[in-house]
């Protein structure tokens, strides 16, 4: 909605893509972090934090961040950009790190007191677009 709105210089369109995503935002932060709805949902009265926790969300909405950031110059999105990224390397419900600088490999998901150790092509993309997302924003923000 916010790429579109930009695109089509549609203000309205652009406004309530910024909304969702600010409503999305505030969903999953809890204390500070990125703490992502778990692969199989999370309805109104389940238990936060929820656990099968995957990559592949994080980095999703590290583009739309990165793209409201584009969008508006706003330092908000730049932020969430950041914890999108530290939430790879522990900031997250677990306080796990969930890549592996040695092997370049994304962890499969954060479990409840663990890693899904495995590295699937899916989660080391995550981790690495997040990451290249983050730093790029990063030095937009300070040029």
């Known amino acids: 909605m916010i790429a579109v709105g930009v695109a089509l210089r549609d203000g309205a ?5 910024l909304r969702l995503l600010g409503w999305l935002e505030d969903e999953q932060t809890v204390d500070g972090h990125l703490s992502p709805v778990p692969a199989g949902g999370r309805g109104p009265h389940d238990p936060r934090p929820g656990f099968d926790q995957q990559p592949i969300e994080v980095a999703a909405l590290a583009e739309a961040a990165r793209t409201a950031l584009d969008a508006t110059r ?10 999108c990224a530290a939430w790879f390397t522990g900031e997250n419900d677990r306080g796990l790190v ?13 479990e409840d007191g663990s ?4 590295q699937g092509a899916e989660s080391t993309l995550a981790w690495l677009a997040t990451r290249e ?3 790029v924003a990063d030095r937009a923000v300070r040029a």
């Not at 092997?103 to 954060?110: E, M, N, S, V, Y």
């Not at 890693?115 to 495995?118: E, G, I």
């Open 98 to 110: 969930m890549a592996d600088e040695a092997t370049g490999g994304g962890f499969d998901g954060l």
């Open 13 to 17: 369109l652009r406004r309530d893509g």
């Open 133 to 135: 997302l983050a730093l």
């Open 115 to 118: 890693v899904n150790q495995n």
């Open 74 to 83: 706003d330092e908000r999105w730049a932020a969430l950009l950041q914890r």
